[in-house]
């Protein structure tokens, strides 16, 4: 996913996936990165911040981590920077050439008020965390819920005999290939499948919140400022009182009402 994301964000493949299977830097900084947020999850805030302040352990290999990753940012957003200003700036190309970088860099100098003529320090900053932050969101994100996906599709033959009827009858001649966003849409029994899965095997299995000021719940349960909330999005998804008795069922047609009304929203 490391490669699909790169062609996504940044319009250029990395190779992780070559037949020779090269070391890339870039990748395995990632990894690093994403190891050490889930281990400050584990630890009291005062000892990951001691090790990073000491350079060690885990939070020591995510400093050189950072320089890496960040290194590699920069270099592909100012190569972006120099190719639109060499393109004068036009918004109008090819949608090959036309990546999502280069849309944040637009949107960012359209907000700085640069008027295209360069980023600047803190627009080159803004730019690489935007992509850090899509990089995250959809890297292991996606790359889990696919193989969960397909497992459970492979399991269920019915479920894999409809998916492929719907496919044949939006993709015509095309085999399979569904040309338009607009198709897409209407496949809603694909699309009940998929959230079927992330339902069973959601890829962030929790989730933590924490309020900067006391609040109050819609159950009415008082929350003291700082105080960590702890959401089990797993739990949710295999509630007895909320699924019904057949909960651990991979039934898509629970999230389908009909082709006219699409898919079913349940409510958080």
Not at 116 to 144: P, Y
Not at 169 to 189: A, H, P
């Amino acid at each position: 996913m490391f490669d699909l994301n790169c062609l996504l964000l940044l319009g250029i493949d990395p190779g992780c996936l070559s037949a020779s299977f090269p070391r890339v830097p870039c990748a395995e900084a990632f990894d690093v990165i994403e190891e050490a947020v889930f281990y400050r999850h584990c630890v009291p805030r005062w000892v990951w911040k001691a090790m990073r302040r000491l350079r060690v352990g885990w939070e020591g290999r995510t400093i050189e981590a950072e320089g890496c990753l960040n290194g590699f940012l920069d270099e592909k957003i100012r190569a972006k920077v120099a190719e639109k200003q060499a393109a004068d700036g036009k918004e109008s190309r090819d949608d090959d050439d036309y990546d999502l970088l280069m849309k944040v860099i637009v949107e960012t100098e359209r907000l700085l008020g640069s008027g295209g003529d360069c980023l600047g320090s803190k627009g080159e900053k803004f730019v690489r965390e935007t992509v850090v932050g899509l990089m995250v969101a959809g890297r292991d994100t996606i790359a889990v819920a696919l193989s969960w996906f397909f497992w459970l599709v492979a399991k269920n033959p019915g479920v894999e005999e409809r998916i492929l009827e719907e496919l044949d009858e939006f993709s015509g001649e095309k085999q399979g290939i569904v040309s338009s966003v607009e198709d897409l849409n209407k496949m809603v029994y694909l699309h009940g499948a998929i959230s079927e899965t992330l339902r069973l095997y959601p890829p962030v299995p929790f989730e933590l919140k924490q309020p900067l000021e006391p609040d109050m719940l819609p159950s009415d349960h008082f929350v003291g400022k700082n105080t960590r909330i702890f959401v089990s999005i797993y739990s949710i998804g295999r509630m007895k009182e909320v699924w019904g008795e057949d909960w651990m069922e991979f039934k898509p047609e629970r999230w389908v009402a009909d082709r006219s009304e699409g898919t079913i929203h349940v409510p958080s």
